[in-house]
């Protein structure tokens, strides 16, 4: 039993939407049912998290002078194994604010870059889910570019396929059986 809760697969989750209620909340309570081990929700656009300010602390030391909920995603960030951003798509990229919170990440970037430092991370894997009201699918592939670079800076190098569930303004993610099938492949990606 004990071997078991230190086995515990931990997850990171970064929620970019602001409809609690929405197409990319759908769907990720649906990967959430499906994914073993125990898992962190930031709600990006309701959480009290502020962007980077570059203020250049972290060029110096090892924490971030913003002193908000950030302080436990890092912590978190430090014991999972796989991390998971879960976004609708606005001008065929990440929601803004789901963005502010990924600059903060600029804190693992300044350890390699000028402290020469390796980051406390153990994420192994990550996953992407992105969900938009029209069908197009070039914007869904713009924004997984972007999303890729915030892996690089959280240290993640295996990354499954993005989940686009695109036209929910025809289709709702309910409705959507390829989505689905998507998210059971991502869930067997992550627990594996």
């Known amino acids: 039993m004990w071997g078991d809760f230190l086995n515990t697969i931990k997850t990171l989750v970064l929620f970019g939407s602001p409809r609690r209620k929405g197409e990319t909340a759908f769907l990720l309570k649906m990967l959430l049912e499906s994914l073993d081990g125990e898992h962190l929700i930031v709600d990006c656009c309701h959480d009290n998290i502020s962007p980077c300010i570059?203020?250049?602390?972290?060029?110096?030391s090892?924490?971030?002078?913003?002193?908000?909920?950030?302080?436990?995603?890092?912590e978190y960030a430090e014991k999972c194994e796989n991390l998971v951003i879960a976004t609708?798509?606005?001008?065929?990229?990440?929601?803004?604010r789901l963005?502010?919170?990924c600059s903060r990440a600029q804190l693992y970037f300044?350890?390699?870059?000028?402290?020469?430092?390796?980051?406390?991370?153990?994420?192994?894997?990550?996953?992407v889910i992105l969900t938009g009201g029209s069908g197009d699918t070039t914007g869904a592939q713009r924004a997984f570019e972007t999303l890729k670079d915030v892996f690089l800076m959280f240290g993640v190098k295996d990354i499954a396929p993005?989940?686009?569930?695109?036209?929910?303004?025809e289709i709702p993610a309910a409705d959507n059986t390829a989505a689905e099938g998507e998210i059971t492949r991502l869930a067997e990606f992550l627990n594996a």
């Open 54 to 60: 570059d203020c250049r602390a972290c060029r110096q």
């Open 62 to 74: 090892d924490k971030c002078a913003i002193n908000d909920g950030m302080q436990k995603v890092y």
């Open 110 to 127: 300044s350890q390699r870059r000028f402290r020469g430092v390796t980051p406390h991370l153990n994420i192994r894997k990550g996953g």
């Open 99 to 101: 963005l502010d919170v």
């Open 88 to 96: 609708p798509l606005y001008f065929s990229q990440p929601t803004g």
């Open 162 to 169: 993005p989940v686009c569930c695109l036209g929910t303004d």
